[in-house]
């Protein structure tokens, strides 16, 4: 099945192509194909067991943003296989944390700051992800799961592109696995602007693992992980806000991203690097010592549950929905442009 993905993956990327093998089609029933229709970018011929896939910038319908309300997309359709036993037979957002799973704790934040609708790009674990979306109810919390088919093949530049009719005029953007203090999405908000936003955090070390950006003062030059020593400012926290112009920028950029030939290894902030050098200003917001934290290991794991008063100030409180005081969105903070 992922061999057959990864065939299908390159004729999207490649141009018209034949197909008739069984095996291939068996890998577009049930879930899988209700997300190829919904792409809208494929056309099907299932007579004499041939699938004619074809995608082009010409087929595809110009961007027309969904919808002005503040969106949160989240990233979480990966394994997590460093995780692993943990995660053997449960999604990484989906391992508890203190009262809440992952993906509770992000939505419940999201929600306190004023994000309407959540967006979660989901592929392993696809069914237990729907069941906790759909049991999250959270105040004022509109919460929907969409399926990206490639997750065991691809990075989440894939998920962030299978998201791309979810994304509207100003949303948000962070990673499934991220557990973060209550104030660090605010950072995000502040007055209405046209553009891109990426929250960063200076330290006095960074891992090989590190999502490293290189800043010319708030402007972003350079993210990656390979970015050298003297080159490397601070690290990203894995969370953005697109917004008007921003916005239309990103959906043009990804689109053109994968296509390339690296684009089932790539992340999305490969995008965002593109934008920064297409001359797109990505202003970047220093979080300071407000904890965030990847769970990538069973050591971020552990480390999280032992020190979990940092990242839940109201630990031991009841953080059910009648609790969420959502934020005004032009309210400011200090340290905001």
């Known amino acids: 099945m992922l061999a057959a993905r990864r065939e299908l993956f390159s004729a999207c990327q490649n141009g018209p192509m034949s197909l008739t093998r069984r095996t291939f089609i068996s890998t577009l029933v049930g879930a899988d194909i209700s997300w190829f229709l919904a792409c809208n970018r ?38 997590g296989r460093r995780l692993w036993p943990y995660t053997s037979e449960c999604p990484k957002c989906l391992l508890v944390v203190g009262p809440h799973t992952i993906l509770k704790h992000q939505l419940l934040r999201l929600a306190a700051v004023g994000v ?11 069914d237990a992800m729907r069941e906790e979306a ?15 088919p490639f997750y065991a093949v691809a990075d989440n530049l894939i998920s962030l592109w299978a998201a791309r009719a979810e994304m509207g005029t100003d949303f948000l953007v962070l990673n499934g696995d991220n557990v973060f203090h209550p104030d660090i999405p605010r950072f995000l908000l502040g ?35 390979d970015l050298p020593p003297r080159q490397t400012h601070a690290t990203s926290i894995g969370m953005m806000r697109f917004s008007g112009t921003g916005a239309a920028a990103l959906h043009q950029v990804l689109e053109e991203a994968v296509r390339g030939d690296e684009a089932l290894g790539s992340f999305y902030l490969d995008c965002v690097q593109r934008l920064a050098d297409a001359g797109t200003k990505v202003c970047c917001h220093d979080v300071g010592s407000l904890p965030c934290v990847d769970i990538d290991t069973p050591q971020d794991l552990q480390s999280v549950r032992s020190s979990l008063q940092i990242f839940e100030p109201d630990f031991g409180t009841d953080f059910g929905p009648d609790t969420i005081e959502p934020a005004t969105l032009g309210g400011t903070m200090q340290g905001l442009a």
């Open 191 to 225: 007055p209405p602007a046209s553009g891109c936003r990426l929250l960063i955090q200076r330290q006095s070390h960074y891992s090989d693992d590190d999502m490293k950006v290189c800043l010319d003062e708030d402007r972003l030059l350079q993210i990656g992980k």
């Open 134 to 148: 759909s049991g999250a109810q959270i105040r004022g919390l509109s919460v929907q799961v969409i399926y990206n």
């Open 116 to 126: 309407t609708r959540v967006t979660i790009v989901a592929g392993y674990g696809l």
């Open 42 to 79: 494929f056309l099907y011929n299932l007579r004499n067991r041939q699938v004619i896939v074809i995608f082009s910038t010409e087929n595809t319908p110009p961007y027309r943003p969904r919808q002005n309300v503040l969106n949160a997309l989240i990233l979480a359709a990966g394994q």
